[in-house]
């Protein structure tokens, strides 16, 4: 068994099935382009680490295995993640599985997200039986990066609208450029719904570093505002939210610098901020 304390994680993202926990991030430090995931019965103490994707000669992306999450959705799991190769634009990939911890198959043979844009941090959002994907276009591709949502075909397979600008990172006021004026980050979104309001975390870069934010609004298609101040800024972000026991919980790693220190946090949403 692994304390959580000892699993060097960035990106984590944790699914609450019946009794279970899984738990799965960016893995750091493996040499093989892989992803993996870990089983848990109390959120403290983990199971070793199993593989649950690995690619082969004939799977398209080679490297940067980024930021896995895992969704239920119509009675199998679907694995969001990051990827990318060398002649081949940043992009997600979903995968499917009968089970939590896989082995898992992409449901396609290429990415979700457009196939000539620098995306990533694809998540799923399931309304009214509707499946949307939410993710990021890159500040290395467009200097001021983006929040994008289409709406999927029910098997997650295509789309049925394009994509639609959501926000650019720069229209909250405290994101700060990587340098000098250039370099404006969105990562990581993840969206919930309260009294008719979604609410959507996602990352960027403050004055104090890695951050994690929200932003509110009445339709799931905008506008959406921005709040004033993030509502973590002590150099850790990438988060999403779960509930246990009838709590709210957030998860994000921290720190997000050094590597090898990011560990995952887990931190009652109530104290992050109110509904």
Request: charged share 25%; proline share 6%; aromatic share 16%.
């Amino acid at each position: 068994m692994i304390n959580i304390k000892d699993i060097v994680i960035r990106d984590p993202f944790i699914l609450v099935d019946g009794d279970d926990y899984y738990l799965y991030g960016t893995h750091i430090g493996g040499k093989d382009p892989c992803y993996i995931g870990y089983h848990s019965k109390d959120l403290i103490s983990f199971d070793d680490p199993k593989v649950i994707f690995k690619r082969n000669d004939d799977f398209w992306a080679t490297k940067d295995f980024w930021a896995p999450e895992v969704h239920k959705y119509k009675g199998k799991y679907y694995l969001f993640a990051s990827l990318k190769s060398e002649d081949r634009c940043r992009g997600t990939q979903i995968f499917v599985s009968d089970n939590p911890l896989g082995v898992y198959t992409p449901l396609t043979d290429n990415p979700i997200t457009p196939h000539d844009w620098e995306c990533l941090d694809g998540t799923l959002y399931v309304e009214n039986e509707r499946p949307y994907l939410i993710f990021c276009r890159e500040w290395l591709e467009v200097n001021d990066g983006e929040m994008y949502i289409v709406e999927l075909t029910s098997d997650l397979k295509g789309y049925v609208s394009e994509p639609k600008l959501m926000f650019k990172a720069s229209e909250a006021r405290w994101v700060k450029p990587l340098r000098d004026d250039f370099g404006y980050v969105t990562d990581g979104p993840f969206i919930i719904k309260e009294n008719g309001w979604y609410y959507m975390l996602w990352s960027s870069f403050s004055k104090n570093g890695y951050t994690l934010a929200i932003c509110k609004s009445e339709s799931l298609h905008g506008p959406w505002q921005q709040l004033d101040e993030p509502i973590f800024d002590k150099d850790g972000g990438h988060g999403m939210i779960f509930e246990k026991d009838g709590i709210r919980y957030v998860a994000f790693h921290a720190p997000n610098d050094p590597r090898g220190a990011e560990r995952t946090q887990i931190v009652p949403f109530a104290q992050l901020y109110q509904l």
